[in-house]
């Protein structure tokens, strides 16, 4: 049996290889006759300056955007696995400003709505992309905040084992379907 909607989020600092894993778990999903949808990382296109320079206005707008995204895709379909979640998001924020009070009930209720996270941890300096700080200090900064919000509010997520990279696919598709997200099915392909 499978649960009617599942949220899955790929969470970790820059550079870490979530998108290619939301897209490699979208695919196998796929091949099984999963209806599925990837909600890509939104600060990529945020207006205002991200990375070090960003600020509260900068966050605001990724988090919002995140939460309008994710609501779009689940009210079309089942499974829904995106780049990012809105507590990771939150990290570079507060790495930038400290907590922001208004926004803690919203970054607390709306991360108790994943069905899964998985932390995908930092195994090598980030590689420019135009876009993303390139800064292997910045990133180690958010990696750890990250794994200090998760702690602290007791928040689980799959983490994945920084020696096993080949392996992350296939740990995170038998957690997908041992957790009863998607039919117990041969695959197609």
């Given at each position: 049996?499978?649960?009617s909607t599942c949220k899955i989020a790929f969470i970790g600092?820059?550079?870490?290889?979530?998108?290619?894993?939301?897209?490699?778990?979208?695919?196998?999903?796929?091949?099984?006759?999963?209806?599925?949808?990837?909600?890509?990382?939104?600060?990529?296109?945020?207006?205002?300056?991200?990375?070090?320079?960003?600020?509260?206005?900068?966050?605001?707008?990724?988090?919002?955007?995140?939460?309008?995204?994710?609501?779009?895709?689940?009210?079309?379909?089942?499974?829904?696995?995106?780049?990012?979640?809105?507590?990771?998001?939150?990290?570079?924020?507060?790495?930038?400003?400290?907590?922001?009070?208004?926004?803690?009930?919203?970054?607390?209720?709306?991360?108790?709505?994943?069905?899964?996270?998985?932390?995908?941890?930092?195994?090598?300096?980030?590689?420019?992309?135009?876009?993303?700080?390139?800064?292997?200090?910045?990133?180690?900064?958010?990696?750890?905040?990250?794994?200090?919000?998760?702690?602290?509010?007791?928040?689980?997520?799959?983490?994945?084992?920084?020696?096993?990279?080949?392996?992350?696919?296939?740990?995170?598709?038998?957690?997908?379907?041992?957790?009863?997200?998607?039919?117990?099915?041969?695959?197609?392909?």
């Amino acid at each position: 049996m499978t649960r009617s909607t599942c949220k899955i989020a790929f969470i970790g600092s820059h550079g870490v290889g979530k998108t290619t894993l939301c897209y490699g778990l979208a695919a196998r999903l796929k091949t099984r006759d999963v209806a599925v949808e990837v909600v890509h990382e939104v600060a990529r296109r945020c207006p205002l300056p991200i990375n070090e320079e960003t600020s509260v206005a900068a966050q605001s707008w990724i988090l919002h955007a995140q939460i309008a995204e994710e609501l779009v895709a689940l009210a079309r379909y089942p499974t829904v696995i995106c780049d990012r979640s809105i507590l990771d998001n939150y990290v570079y924020l507060l790495l930038a400003a400290g907590r922001q009070e208004p926004l803690e009930p919203l970054v607390q209720a709306w991360t108790a709505g994943y069905d899964l996270l998985v932390h995908v941890p930092v195994i090598e300096q980030p590689s420019p992309d135009g876009i993303r700080s390139a800064d292997p200090a910045f990133q180690l900064a958010v990696e750890d905040r990250l794994r200090r919000e998760l702690t602290d509010r007791g928040i689980g997520a799959l983490q994945l084992d920084p020696g096993r990279r080949s392996s992350w696919l296939d740990v995170v598709e038998r957690e997908v379907f041992a957790r009863g997200f998607g039919p117990i099915q041969l695959p197609l392909l």
